[in-house]
């Protein structure tokens, strides 16, 4: 068996973690129930790491795709419980509620500040910027977005 690459290795790593804190379950959607076994575990961290003795190589290469895409969307269990975007997000880079992360925990300065600066023009939803730009018969209005309704509006 060929060795493991370095990203391989992370999302091995990440599954046996999941196992770890009781997070990993088997089957399509996790609809098997947890994993209690520890060899049960590492056949799925093999397998989804695209490591896997028992499957082709063209197997293996669609495995770790598609564990990678899941990894970016942010649904492994690891950073479903933890509240982050991607895995190995640190502090600056988590999903915070202002960043538009789901299960968040905190949110973080920077999300903050962006959060604060997208409330302008007293909070108005953009149905209500439409409709004020409509009465002012701003043209092209129905192709502009929020914030350029607010700007077209501030003129």
Known sequence: MPKSSLSQQKTAGRVMHEFKHGELKSGPGGK????????????????????SKDKSKAENRRSLAKTKRK???????????????????????????AM???DAKKTTKSGERAARSRVRDDGKTKAQ?????????IPNRSKLTKQQLENALAR
């Open 32 to 51: 098997g129930g947890k994993v209690k076994s520890r060899k049960q575990a590492i056949a799925i961290a093999l397998s989804e790491s695209g490591s």
């Open 71 to 97: 990894e970016a969307r942010g649904e492994t269990a690891q950073q479903e419980k933890e509240g982050k975007s991607h895995v190995g997000a640190r502090g600056q880079r988590e999903s915070s509620r």
């Open 100 to 102: 538009g992360g789901k």
């Open 129 to 137: 910027l439409y409709a004020r730009a409509k009465r002012e018969r």
